[in-house]
């Protein structure tokens, strides 16, 4: 393994200190990079001087801020295959990979000359799928477009579900490669259907390819086949999805011989009153919330917050932001902006849902952050600390009910198996919604307030996917020395906040494209 090396940021506007030896730079958003292998550390030497000289920035060493490599008496797949073995930077694709004829007429000219034909460095593309995107081939989940339906279910849902083995038994690595190595089929414009069609796609480890591999030539693969029916998992995916309920208590549970939330129910354990809320509304929880009923909840979130505070602002995020037909709950996000204004919102605004008597569930956290002069005191985790509330509201039949044909309101729903079949086509597998018998339906509802400097961030932070996050916040952590939160962006290496209002400003300190959150579906 070639280790990381130590990133600058390039500024493009001003000298880099060590780069380009304090000369101004004429060029900006051009920083070259001259390959020392067959050109010799002299002559390298002798054409970075030359450079700089003249204005261009010559960098010293290889990073993901280069845009163009030059390279002297190479050919341009051993440049490439030189470039494939930096980790952590720009790929081949990524980049210009140039003859040196490009280098000296452009000092010659004293400008960077178009780039012509006779320029390039020709790479052969035997190795590589010839379908396959430039996109496809970024290594963060935050630099591609991952939309909602693909091509790749067949092989998505099955790493999918040894990520979430992976999870249970507390293997965060081993669950976070299967869920990258998920990611990046997300992106690809066609079923996969040979291993040859995954050559130059990062991501995609030893195990993986395996059982991407064995699915490809048997269907399916053995292990996701043992592990989707062996009794831990099926155990471990009914305890965990009670509300309330993580992987530490499922485990512990299982153990004691508990396989389902009717064993809990008929146990004797111990139940904190977010569990005790969770088993009671288990039925309504485990079924899909449709858009039409995160509307209606929508409008109830409106009404009250509208009435304690008015001019506040209500934002749907998580994952109906991301353009999903159905959630496990309804995420909204909401500000007020005049700075202040938000603070202590979210305890009167839950009274009010109370005494409407539409709330099954509450429990509230209040907000602990604080900004530091010296930065976040920690690294960024995914729990954030704004206002917020976890809740069960009680949703109205009249509300829950959607399609014209169904009954008017006030009436029962028609019984689960009377309801439409669920939508076949790729993607995520979203079955239909039902409705109890009961004329409400529990649902699962996350309120965050944010202060209205820190809304960016939070709209990020709350948008997902989860992977999509994490991914954001390795990028920030690793390539840019950046911390990001979903209360702000810190830069290590210029010890200061980076202020932003909006997302698209966030991706720009990040260096990276804005991805919209319909894309975000990693
Ligand atoms: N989130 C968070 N802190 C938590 C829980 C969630 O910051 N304690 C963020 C997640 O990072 C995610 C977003 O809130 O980006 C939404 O989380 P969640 O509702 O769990 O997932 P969705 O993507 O909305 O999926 P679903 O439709 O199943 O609800
Ligand atoms: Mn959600
Ligand atoms: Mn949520």
Redesign the pocket.
């Known amino acids: 393994m070639v280790p990381l090396k130590r990133r600058k940021v390039v500024p493009t506007h001003s000298t880099t200190e060590n780069d380009n030896n304090n000369q101004p730079t004429k060029f900006p958003g051009i920083v070259i990079f001259l390959v020392e292998r067959k050109m010799g550390a002299s002559r390298r030497a002798f054409l970075s001087r030359l450079g700089r000289n003249k204005g261009f920035q010559i960098a010293e060493k290889y990073s993901e801020a280069i845009t163009h490599v030059v390279a002297e008496n190479n050919s341009g797949d051993e440049v490439k295959a030189w470039l494939g073995s930096q980790a952590g930077c720009s790929s081949a694709e990524e980049v210009y990979l140039l003859d040196i004829s490009w280098y000296t007429e452009s000092m010659a000219a004293g400008t960077p000359v178009d780039i012509l034909d006779r320029h390039k460095l020709e790479v052969s593309h035997a190795h590589q799928s010839p379908t396959l995107p430039a996109a496809a081939t970024k290594r963060y989940a935050c630099q591609r477009r991952t939309p909602l339906k693909h091509h790749n279910i067949f092989l998505t849902e099955p790493l999918d579900l040894l990520a979430a083995s992976a999870d249970f038994a507390e293997h965060e690595g081993r669950s976070v490669a299967f869920l990258r190595a998920a990611a990046i089929l997300k992106t690809l414009p066609k079923a996969v259907r040979r291993m040859e069609d995954l050559q130059g796609l990062p991501c995609l480890g030893e195990h993986s390819l395996r059982v991407i591999k064995e699915i490809l030539e048997y269907g399916s693969s053995q292990e996701v086949e043992a592990t989707r029916h062996s009794e831990q998992f099926q155990a471990m995916q009914a305890l965990t999805g009670i509300f309330g309920v993580g992987v530490r208590t499922a485990d512990r549970w299982f153990r004691e011989g508990l396989r389902s939330p009717s064993d809990v129910a008929k146990s004797e354990q111990r139940l904190n009153d977010t569990q005790q809320a969770g088993l009671m509304h288990h039925e309504d929880l485990s079924q ?2 449709s858009r039409v009923e995160a509307d209606a909840i929508g409008q109830i979130v409106e009404r009250a917050v509208q009435e304690i505070l008015p001019g506040a602002q209500i934002t749907l ?6 353009g ?1 037909e ?6 909204f996000l909401i500000t007020h902006p005049e700075e202040g204004k938000e603070e202590g919102l979210m305890p009167k605004v839950v009274q009010w849902l109370e005494a409407q008597g539409l709330l099954l569930f509450q429990k509230i956290t209040m907000n602990s952050y604080l900004e530091c002069k010296d930065g976040p005191a920690r690294p960024s985790s ?3 600390r704004f206002e ?1 509330c ?1 809740s069960i509201f009680k949703l109205h039949n009249k509300t829950h009910s959607q399609s014209p044909s169904q009954a008017p309101r006030g009436t029962v729903c028609p019984p689960p198996h009377a309801q439409a079949p669920c939508d076949a086509t790729g993607g995520e597998k979203e079955p239909q919604p039902q409705c109890s018998s009961s004329g409400w339906k529990a649902v ?1 509802v ?1 309120l ?1 307030v944010s202060p209205y400097s820190q809304f960016g961030f939070a709209l990020l ?6 992977l ?3 991914e954001l916040r390795r990028w920030a952590g690793r390539e840019k020395k950046m911390s990001l939160s ?1 209360h702000a962006l810190y830069d290590l290496n210029q010890r200061c906040y980076l202020r932003a209002t909006t997302e698209e400003e966030i991706f720009s300190h990040l260096g990276l494209e804005y991805i919209p959150p319909c894309e975000r579906n990693a």
């Open positions: 899909r919330v995020t998580g994952g109906f932001r991301r999903k159905t959630g496990h709950d309804v995420d995914s729990m954030d917020r976890f699962r996350d965050v932070g709350w948008t997902g996917s989860k999509f996050e994490r979903s």
